[in-house]
């Protein structure tokens, strides 16, 4: 498999070894609010048995959309709208950048119906992405996804740097413009971005995992 400089730098940075504690906190909010409602940090720390400061120090945490009750209502994966629309089990909700709808799907355990728009010329785009199978469905199969290079990385601005600049196109040629504001991007065909960005869902796999008695 081709290594995607992107892909390394996020794990390397976000999600290295020393930061398990953040990056399980992380991924266990996005199974929880895959289940479609917002949820309170205590629960969340609970849930993982954590304590409840940690969460200040994981992977993105300047970036959590927090309600009115300081419930957490988005974190990588969303209760409020984005351009990428993410069903998962009749919930409605929604990634910060068109990577997390590839990546979330193995992290949260569930497949997820996907809906965009290209970014360049709104063209409707759609397809499925399953935990075990992969991609499939793509509408149009021309569609490719835009991958910021690792230089853009702001470990303190997570979602400005890195998610942002993630979009959905329709066709390459659609994705120029782009790629000549990025030019150290990547603009991936969306089975390839799946497969080159696989390491990162895997690490969040690796934090998340409950530890063996022996």
């Known amino acids: 498999m081709t290594t995607n400089p992107f892909a390394t730098t996020i794990v390397d940075t976000l999600f290295d070894s020393t930061a398990n504690a953040g990056t399980n906190l992380m991924g266990i909010a996005m199974r929880l609010l895959a289940a479609g409602e917002p949820i309170t940090i205590e629960q969340l720390a609970a849930a993982v048995g954590a304590d409840v400061a940690d969460v200040e120090n994981a992977p993105a945490a300047a970036d959590i959309e927090y309600d009115d009750q300081h419930r957490i209502l988005g974190w990588g994966l969303t209760l409020n709208p984005t351009p990428h629309r993410f069903a998962v089990d009749g919930h409605q909700l929604y990634t910060w950048c068109a990577a997390d709808t590839l990546l979330f799907p193995a992290i949260i355990g569930r497949p997820a119906t996907v809906e965009s728009n290209c970014a360049a010329t709104g063209t409707t785009i759609a397809l499925t992405v399953d935990?075990?199978?992969?991609?499939?469905?793509?509408?149009?199969?021309?569609?490719?996804?835009?991958?910021?290079?690792?230089?853009?990385?702001?470990?303190?601005?997570?979602?400005?740097?890195?998610?942002?600049?993630?979009?959905?196109?329709?066709?390459?040629?659609?994705?120029?413009?782009?790629?000549?504001?990025?030019?150290?991007?990547?603009?991936?065909?969306?089975?390839?971005?799946?497969?080159?960005?696989?390491?990162?869902?895997?690490?969040?796999?690796?934090?998340?995992?409950?530890?063996?008695?022996?």
């Open 131 to 214: 935990p075990a199978s992969g991609v499939r469905g793509l509408d149009p199969a021309t569609t490719v996804i835009s991958v910021p290079g690792p230089d853009e990385l702001d470990p303190t601005r997570v979602r400005a740097t890195t998610c942002n600049p993630g979009h959905y196109f329709a066709t390459a040629v659609a994705a120029a413009d782009w790629q000549g504001r990025h030019p150290s991007g990547l603009v991936l065909p969306v089975a390839d971005a799946y497969a080159q960005l696989r390491p990162i869902s895997d690490r969040v796999l690796i934090a998340t995992e409950p530890p063996r008695c022996c």
